[in-house]
């Protein structure tokens, strides 16, 4: 089982530029989320959805837009990609009557 | 806003010794979980507890969930040095989790 996966692993961008992170589950979890992880900062929710079809903000949602694809895949989407937004990005997924959360591997981003 | 707070940030300690680390909040959680975070990897499911004063052991590791079901304690005995990383609690409600900033441990041989 792969469980979560991630793409890509590691990015740099230029300010202003676009990407999308890929995220894929194999679990057939119902909910996914995507977390940013900064020094001193602990994982930090940006968005989730709790079902196939629904979105929900997180707790640092500016800048970020996010799409389920279906329920194994949700993508996060940088539109102008700021300085700030260096970060660790981690998709994690649950069954949805369970908290217990399974994360990927991480993608590192570098916006200078 | 649901916060859960760590303590201590860091530790370091010697091969063999014993430590506890802390997880608190002033809010109730449905469940509180706790995870192991290493160097470039996402975090890793180490327990899940839902009782108030629930106790759970996984080898060297003991886990306590409070009465109140605010807070909770990790005690590791006689610590490895593969026991090194990152310590992350995280408080479950409305479908999505509050996790705390976590203890880095280093153990040193």
């Known amino acids: 089982n792969a469980g979560v996966t991630q793409t890509p692993k590691f990015q740099v961008l230029k300010t202003g530029q676009s990407m999308t992170l890929q995220c894929a589950q194999d679990?057939?979890?119902?909910?996914m989320y995507w977390y940013r992880q900064d020094p001193g900062m602990g994982l930090r929710l940006i968005y989730y959805?709790?079902?196939?079809?629904?979105?929900d903000k997180g707790e640092v949602p500016n800048g970020y837009n996010v799409s389920r694809l279906n329920k194994r895949e949700f993508s996060l989407r940088l539109e102008s990609a700021a300085p700030s937004q260096t970060s660790v990005y981690f998709c994690?997924?649950?069954?949805?009557?369970?908290?217990?959360?399974?994360f990927g591997p991480g993608t590192r981003l570098t916006v200078t | 806003t649901q916060l859960l707070e760590q303590s201590p940030q860091f530790l370091s300690i010697q091969e063999g010794e014993n430590l506890t680390v802390y997880c608190n909040s002033s809010?109730?959680?449905?469940?509180l979980q706790w995870y192991r975070q290493e160097p470039g990897e996402g975090p890793v499911l180490l327990v899940t507890v839902v009782t108030g004063g629930e106790v759970k052991k996984l080898k060297r590791l003991t886990f306590q969930f409070g009465d109140a079901r605010k807070d909770s304690s990790l005690h590791i005995t006689a610590a490895q040095p593969g026991d090194t990383g990152l310590y992350l609690c995280?408080?479950?409600?409305?479908?999505?989790?509050?996790f705390g900033k976590g203890t880095l441990l280093t153990v040193n041989p």
């Open positions: 679990m057939n979890h119902n909910s």
């Open positions: 959805s709790a079902s196939e079809g629904t979105t």
């Open positions: 994690a997924s649950t069954a949805g009557y369970s908290y217990e959360q399974y």
């Open positions: 995280a408080g479950g409600s409305n479908y999505k989790l509050t």
């Open positions: 809010s109730v959680f449905s469940s």
